[in-house]
């Protein structure tokens, strides 16, 4: 069945954004209250699902904000229905966001995104072309969420300038770089992480902090994250100087 995008605008549909939330995290820790969804609308935010039929099987919810009085939408929360994952529903998502935006004279988004979730990480810089240049310690501070695995809750911070030409590649489906400079650095992100998170708080925590570390490092010498390479279930964050970025 088709997927439709539109706007949130009713009370049934911000329910419905909850509904989303408890599938997708089963996390009461992680739940947005329902009036901030209200006021997220009526502040000039955005709450957009995506309907199959009358069956909302995903959404994302952004608040409105400025950064040296120009505004942009920082986009809070988006989820897919576990059983609608792997149909482009995501970046369907996304990409209304973007239209949206642009029709309102907003020309950037911006979300954050744990740099240890390398699927998450590949979407935001190569599916969509946005760029990291600041990560933001522990941002949530240290949760009961299992979803945190009690280690602290790093963020990278997703800016995504929609009229870019890296976007642009990417909406017509190539790389956001083509290549890069002799400057381009590192940093690695271990295939085990993953298993780490569940079994070996003692090992990710270790690796979590080396990123943050390094990553921090490239930041304060004016690089910015612009790729991510993945393979044999590692991945390097790729950054580059901000004038390559």
């Given at each position: ?98 239209t949206d935006a642009l029709e309102r004279g907003i020309e950037r988004i911006e979300w954050t995104f744990d740099p240890l979730e390398v699927k998450n990480a590949y979407f935001n810089l190569m599916r969509l072309g946005a760029v990291v ?113």
């Amino acid at each position: 069945m088709k997927i439709e995008y539109r706007h949130c605008r009713t009370h049934q549909e911000f329910h419905a954004c909850q509904a989303v939330e408890r599938a997708v995290w089963s996390d009461p820790e992680m739940e947005v209250p329902f009036t901030l969804y209200v006021v997220a609308v009526e502040t000039g935010g955005q709450v957009i699902g995506a309907f199959e039929g009358e069956r909302m099987v995903g959404f994302t919810f952004a608040f409105a904000g400025l950064h040296d009085g120009k505004p942009y939408l920082h986009s809070h929360m988006a989820a897919v229905l576990p059983d609608a994952r792997d149909r482009g529903i995501g970046r369907g998502l996304k990409l209304f966001q973007r239209t949206d935006a642009l029709e309102r004279g907003i020309e950037r988004i911006e979300w954050t995104f744990d740099p240890l979730e390398v699927k998450n990480a590949y979407f935001n810089l190569m599916r969509l072309g946005a760029v990291v240049r600041r990560l933001i310690p522990d941002c949530y501070g240290i949760t009961a969420s299992p979803l945190h695995s009690g280690l602290p809750t790093d963020r990278l911070v997703a800016e995504w300038d929609l009229r870019s030409e890296r976007v642009e590649r990417c909406l017509r489906d190539l790389p956001p770089v083509e290549n890069f400079s002799s400057r381009a650095e590192r940093v690695s992100v271990p295939k085990q992480l993953a298993d780490w998170r569940r079994s070996d708080t003692g090992a990710a925590r270790e690796a979590q902090t080396r990123i943050r570390e390094s990553l921090e490092g490239w930041f304060r010498r004016g690089y910015a994250v612009v790729a991510i390479e993945t393979g044999n279930g590692a991945a390097n964050y790729v950054l580059e100087p901000e004038g390559e970025a």
